[in-house]
């Protein structure tokens, strides 16, 4: 099973500063690895796709980068609104697998 | 409008069955896999089974291997997840989520539902 973890587990952040966000794979999953924000008592919403393409809908503010087993996902001047938990998932290999969440406050 | 929705979810015993549906509508159903996330109540998303798109290949994570079963009915655009032998642990809330693409594996899940709750107590 592919181990994903995310860092860090919680990260409180003033409005317009930039959120970095790493999930690091136990093993090579090429770029099978996808973002996803979740706000509280929603579903999780598909950011970032095989590591860094734009989901259409999604503003450019959130990027994503990396391969193998270092992923980030980056969020350039964060806005109330980017208040949520962010997860990260690979497909690669079965079991599907996702990281731990990482929570976003706005301080 | 792509929209996924979720029914069955309740209050079991433990050691009783459940069966959870999903109506797709907006999309070819039979052209995508899908897939069953839950999550814990405070918890993270975890996988929990896979349909191919093609209809042949189901999956499972082993926490639930022996016990839930996947199916679809193409032709109500539904897809079903038979659980048994339902344990505590298997409290959370259940999604549907469709995949990007048609083949399997599959990748990234670009819809879901809202999700339904199960709660396994006595």
């Known amino acids: 099973e592919t181990v994903l973890t995310q860092s860090p587990d919680l990260q409180s952040v003033t409005p317009k500063e930039k959120v970095t966000i790493t999930c690091r794979a136990s093993?090579?999953?090429?770029?099978?690895l996808h973002w996803y924000q979740q706000k509280p008592d929603q579903s999780p919403k598909l950011l970032i796709k095989?590591?860094?393409q734009s989901i259409s809908g999604v503003p450019s503010r959130f990027s994503g980068s990396g391969s193998g087993t270092d992923f980030t996902l980056t969020i350039n001047s964060l806005e109330a609104e980017d208040a949520a938990t962010y997860y990260c998932?690979?497909?690669?290999?079965?079991?599907?697998?996702f990281g731990g969440g990482t929570k976003v406050e706005i301080k | 409008e792509v929209q996924l929705l979720e029914s069955g979810g309740g209050l079991v015993q433990p050691g009783g069955s459940l069966r959870l549906s999903c109506a797709a509508s907006?999309?070819?159903?039979?052209?995508?896999?899908m897939s069953w996330v839950r999550q814990a109540p405070g918890k993270g998303l975890e996988w929990v089974s896979g349909?191919?798109?093609?209809?042949?290949?189901?999956y499972y994570a082993d926490s639930v291997k022996g016990r839930f079963t996947v199916s679809r009915d193409s032709s109500k655009n539904t897809l079903y997840l038979q659980m048994n032998s339902l344990r505590v642990d298997d409290t959370a809330v259940y999604y549907c989520?469709?995949?990007?693409?048609?083949?399997?594996?599959?990748?990234?899940?670009?819809?879901w539902g809202q999700g339904t709750m199960v709660t396994v107590s006595s």
């Open positions: 989520a469709k995949d990007t693409i048609g083949a399997w594996p599959p990748d990234a899940f670009d819809i």
């Open positions: 907006g999309f070819t159903f039979s052209s995508f896999a």
């Open positions: 349909f191919s798109s093609s209809g042949i290949s189901t």
């Open positions: 093993q090579n999953i090429g770029y099978s």
């Open positions: 095989y590591a860094s």
């Open positions: 998932h690979q497909s690669n290999s079965l079991p599907l697998t």
